[in-house]
């Protein structure tokens, strides 16, 4: 059974940046793609950033040229480098990954408030 966990998350003005980061329990390899998806209260569960194995990346409209993702195959890792981080981008924050089936972490928390 595959394993993610989350860290990283935490409360962050606005404007401010966190590095959040998904250790799998395999390795990362054997994934077609890793993403980070959010849920906000009351709303559904949507697409931040996905990261596929030849390393190509898509991102929401509403992060663009503000958050990074990347994934270290050696580490079995995948990170989200968030920057100007916006009250807007406060979120369960949950890591994901897909080969035929999919796999969820259980979320990280950000919170983005003055």
């Known amino acids: 059974q595959v394993q993610l966990v989350e860290s990283g998350g935490g409360l962050v003005q606005p404007g401010g940046s966190l590095t959040l980061s998904c250790a799998a329990s395999?390795?990362?390899?054997?994934?077609?793609?890793m993403a980070w998806y959010r849920q906000a209260p009351g709303k559904e569960r949507d697409l931040v950033a996905r990261v596929s194995s030849d390393g190509r990346t898509e991102y929401a409209d509403s992060v663009k040229g503000r958050f990074t993702i990347s994934r270290d195959n050696a580490e079995n890792t995948m990170t989200l480098q968030m920057n100007g981080l916006k009250p807007e981008d406060t979120a369960t924050y949950y890591c994901n990954a897909r080969r035929l089936v999919q796999w969820w972490g259980k979320g990280t928390l950000v919170t983005v408030s003055s």
């Open positions: 395999t390795s990362i390899r054997n994934f077609n793609a």
